[in-house]
T-cell receptor, first 113, second 113 residues
Framework: ETGVTQSPTHLIKTRGQQVTLRCSSQ?????VSWYQQALGQGPQFIFQ???????GRGNFPPRFSGLQFPNYSSELNVNALELDDSALYLC????????????FGPGTRLTVT | AQSVTQPDIHITVSEGASLELRCNYS??????LFWYVQSPGQGLQLLLK??????LVQGIKGFEAEFKRSQSSFNLRKPSVHWSDAAEYFC???????????FGTGTRLQVTL
């Protein structure tokens, strides 16, 4: 059983650019959630995908968007990068339904300069 | 809106000493409750969770937590800390809207030898 993987590990972008982060969910999991963790903070929920549809969104602007593919892997896209977007982006996979354990990947460290 | 408070930003304990990390939540009902641990540069690992039933739950690595409804608390404890327990600890709640976790700001645990 493979765990949640994310790519790339680190990324440096310039303000105004666009970025795509990728996540492969754990085998058998059909739900993927994305979180942003700023330095010294707890993770903040960005959005969740279930069966390729967005299934809830946190307090993030529309320039944060995502996709989920038939194999349940997922992408997080951020347009018009701002300095405050610098953070660790965590992907978590789970089975659908409340309370199921979310399994987190190691994250992608994004630095915006 | 729900929230999670971890009042201790940083705690230092000696190896072998006992540990208690505090967590309080704000929500109109009893949420699902979780404790996660994050080592430097790593993703989040679930230590334990509370859904219902016995208010004292056992987790991995010798950790336990007690849910107290009257205090809206879910404090994490360990009888004897090991140097490898040094990490960031996050309390989180799931209020039932799928698996969208709300995290506290974390407590950084330092263990002295």
């Amino acid at each position: 059983e493979t765990g949640v993987t994310q790519s790339p590990t680190h990324l440096i972008k310039t303000r105004g650019q666009q970025v795509t982060l990728r996540c492969s969910s754990q085998s058998g999991h059909n739900t993927v959630s994305w979180y942003q963790q700023a330095l010294g903070q707890g993770p903040q929920f960005i959005f969740q995908y279930y069966r390729e549809e967005e299934n809830g969104r946190g307090n993030f602007p529309p320039r944060f968007s995502g996709l989920q593919f038939p194999n349940y892997s997922s992408e997080l896209n951020v347009n018009a990068l701002e300095l405050d977007d610098s953070a660790l982006y965590l992907c978590a996979s789970s089975l659908s339904g409340q309370g199921y354990e979310q399994y987190f990947g190691p994250g992608t460290r994004l630095t915006v300069t | 809106a729900q929230s999670v408070t971890q009042p201790d930003i940083h705690i230092t304990v000696s190896e072998g000493a006992s540990l208690e990390l505090r967590c309080n939540y704000s929500y109109g009902a009893t949420p699902y409750l979780f404790w996660y641990v994050q080592s430097p540069g790593q993703g989040l690992q679930l230590l334990l969770k509370y859904f219902s039933g016995d208010t004292l739950v056992q987790g991995i690595k010798g950790f336990e937590a007690e849910f107290k409804r009257s205090q809206s608390s879910f404090n994490l404890r360990k009888p004897s800390v090991h140097w490898s327990d040094a990490a960031e600890y996050f309390c989180a709640i799931d209020t039932g809207t799928a698996s969208k976790l709300t995290f506290g700001t974390g407590t950084r645990l330092q263990v002295t030898l």
